[in-house]
């Protein structure tokens, strides 16, 4: 039962445009949720979270939404950056437990 | 320092032999975690040690063993493990808090085992 759910698995996108990345989960009782930026051969490198009693937090080109009538976070990049190509993980917390999703891998295109 | 380093970065192990994982952070933090991640695949939890006791192990099979000797440092033994076994294993740590407010977790580089 896959409780994080990333159902796009790849997405590209043209430098300087907004990326937009989707994440769905099925339990209301996460507190945190979190993304995750990911190169091959190494570990997932945190970018930006927000609690569950928040709809929205900003840091710099990255900005991370949540709607928890639908259970739908999403994370905003802008604007997109060939650095910025890697896969991105969302993750929900729950007492100590990071549960992640299956991850999207973004190409920004120069 | 903001860095969790595991060693080694690299491993190729028999299904006989004995081999461990090893991890460490200088950031005060107090749980430390273990995750298995295979090829496209996200990571999953294998165990957390908070205040260096586990506190939580995911039904992981008892050729993976913890050990966490300090609030620094955490290892992962491995015996007689199987070739399914292979994958990367990731190690992280965030700071403790309780309540429901947590935060985010560091990882390492991560270790990759071959089972051969």
């Known amino acids: 039962d896959q409780q994080v759910k990333q159902n796009s698995p790849s997405l590209s996108v043209q430098e300087g445009r907004i990326s937009i990345l989707n994440c769905d989960y099925t339990?209301?009782?996460?507190?945190?949720f979190l993304w995750y930026k990911k190169y091959p051969a190494e570990g997932p490198t945190f970018l930006i979270s927000?609690?569950?009693?928040?709809d929205k937090n900003e840091d710099g080109r990255f900005t991370v939404f949540l709607n928890k009538s639908a259970k739908h976070l999403s994370l905003h990049i802008v604007p997109s950056q060939p650095g910025d190509s890697a896969v991105y993980f969302c993750a929900a917390s729950l007492r100590g437990k990071l549960i992640f999703g299956q991850g999207t891998e973004l190409s920004v295109k120069p | 320092d903001t860095e969790v380093t595991q060693t080694p970065k690299h491993l190729v192990m028999g299904m006989t032999n004995k081999k461990s994982l090893k991890c460490e952070q200088h950031?005060?933090?107090?749980?430390m975690y273990w995750y298995k991640q295979k090829a496209k695949k996200p990571p999953e939890l294998m165990f957390v040690y908070s205040y260096e006791k586990l506190s939580i192990n995911e039904s992981v099979p008892s050729r993976f063993s913890p050990e966490c000797p300090n609030s620094s440092l955490l290892n992962l033994h491995l015996h007689a493990l199987q070739p399914e076994d292979s994958a990367l294993y990731l190690c992280?740590?965030?700071?403790?808090?309780?309540?429901?407010?947590?935060?985010?977790?560091?990882f390492g580089q991560g270790t990759r085992l071959t089972v051969v």
């Open positions: 339990n209301s009782m996460f507190d945190y």
């Open positions: 927000i609690s569950s009693i928040k």
């Open positions: 950031m005060g933090h107090r749980a």
């Open positions: 992280a740590s965030s700071h403790q808090r309780k309540g429901p407010l947590n935060t985010e977790a560091f």
